[in-house]
C-alpha cells in the first residue's frame, strides 16, 4: 500500500552526514512501528533501525552509535539521522511501517518508494 514517502537521500563522501526523511499519514503514526530498511543490488533488504509509537528505539549492529532513528507522531515525520557515513552504508533506503495484532499477527503494513544514499569520495 502507498503511504509514506521518503526523502533526503543523495551524494555524500564518506565521514559525512545525511539525514533521511519518512512522510505519512496520521492513522500510521497513531498507532505503527515504523522502520528504515536499506536494500543494495543482489542483497536481501535488511533493517536499519526502528521506533515504536512510543518512541522506542533499535539499532542494526551496523549503525550503531552513527544513526540515529526519530519520530514526530503530531507532524506524522520520521527522521534518520545517519552520521559517519562508510562506503558500506551505500543503498537505497526504505522506510516502512506496520501494525501487528496478537500473537505478532501482521495487520496493517506499508512500504515507501525507496531513497538512493550513495557514500563515495
Known amino acids: 500500500q502507498v503511504g509514506l514517502v521518503e526523502s533526503g537521500g543523495g551524494l555524500v563522501q564518506p565521514g559525512g552526514s545525511l539525514r533521511l526523511s519518512c512522510a505519512g499519514s496520521p492513522r500510521i503514526f497513531r498507532q505503527h512501528e515504523m522502520h528504515w530498511y536499506r536494500q543494495v543490488p543482489g542483497k536481501q533488504r535488511e533493517l536499519v533501525a526502528g521506533i515504536t509509537s512510543g518512541g522506542t528505539t533499535n539499532y542494526a549492529d551496523f549503525v550503531k552509535g552513527r544513526f540515529t532513528i526519530e519520530r514526530d507522531n503530531a507532524r506524522t515525520m520520521m527522521w534518520l539521522q545517519m552520521n559517519n557515513l562508510e562506503s558500506q552504508d551505500t543503498a537505497v533506503y526504505y522506510c516502512?511501517?506496520?501494525?501487528?495484532?496478537?500473537?505478532?499477527?501482521?495487520?496493517?503494513?506499508?512500504w515507501g518508494q525507496g531513497t538512493q544514499v550513495t557514500v563515495s569520495s
Open positions: 516502512h511501517a506496520e501494525f501487528r495484532g496478537p500473537s505478532a499477527v501482521l495487520i496493517d503494513e506499508y
